[in-house]
T-cell receptor
Framework: GENVEQHPSTLSVQEGDSAVIKCTYSDSASNYFPWYKQELGKGPQLIIDIRSNVGEKKDQRIAVTLNKTAKHFSLHITETQPEDSAVYFCAASISGAQKLVFGQGTRLTINP | NAGVTQTPKFRVLKTGQSMTLLCAQDMNHEYMYWYRQDPGMGLRLIHYSVGEGTTAKGEVPDGYNVSRLKKQNFLLGLESAAPSQTSVYFC?????????FGPGTRLLVL
């Protein structure tokens, strides 16, 4: 079945710097890759997603890139702010099954 | 629109006790899911449903049962709780790929 690996598990950056989180997946048939942000004590919230027919997608300070050949995708956050501090999860869809497989999560800390 | 709601928010059980977690969604979504979240392990799928009256096993189904008698509700049952089931449980729903999550239920089994 699908396996998603996420790195790093923790990331600390200075406010204003960029943060990058990377994920790899195993099932070449996967075609949907969302990123979720989870704040303390809350459920995960979708922040951006990308489909396999697109190489890059951007939404203000957040961007996601996908390399289908290498089977990896990345989340890029620019001009980081204290409110970006949270746990971020990547996921990949199992083609046709309406299910997601999640990475292990990255705890991002923005230092003022 | 309340989205996805979960009841209760927090519960403490003794080993061997049973309980039911309730998930409700008001978005008319066909698909519903139950996950557990443990430190360093991300979100793991317990059971899911592709429509009213249907259920299917996920990655970690042992020790849990589910029911989807109404489209808007998805119940997760623990018949005989074990300390290994101490976790945070999240429900989610979707109409296509995007899943929307509830606020979670924190369960402690002593």
């Amino acid at each position: 079945g699908e396996n998603v690996e996420q790195h790093p598990s923790t990331l600390s950056v200075q406010e204003g710097d960029s943060a990058v989180i990377k994920c790899t997946y195993s099932d070449s048939a996967s075609n949907y890759f969302p990123w979720y942000k989870q704040e303390l004590g809350k459920g995960p919230q979708l922040i951006i997603d990308i489909r396999s027919n697109v190489g890059e997608k951007k939404d203000q300070r957040i961007a996601v890139t996908l390399n289908k050949t290498a089977k990896h995708f990345s989340l890029h956050i620019t001009e980081t702010q204290p409110e970006d501090s949270a746990v971020y999860f990547c996921a990949a869809s199992i083609s046709g099954a309406q299910k997601l497989v999640f990475g292990q999560g990255t705890r991002l800390t923005i230092n003022p | 629109n309340a989205g996805v709601t979960q009841t209760p928010k927090f519960r403490v059980l003794k080993t061997g006790q049973s309980m039911t977690l309730l998930c409700a969604q008001d978005m008319n979504h066909e698909y519903m899911y139950w996950y557990r979240q443990d430190p360093g392990m991300g979100l793991r799928l317990i059971h899911y449903s592709v429509g009213e009256g249907t259920t299917a096993k996920g990655e970690v189904p042992d020790g849990y049962n589910v029911s989807r008698l109404k489209k808007q509700n998805f119940l997760l049952g623990l018949e005989s709780a074990a300390p290994s089931q101490t976790s945070v449980y999240f429900c989610a729903s979707s109409s296509h790929e995007t899943q929307y999550f509830g606020p979670g239920t924190r369960l402690l089994v002593l």
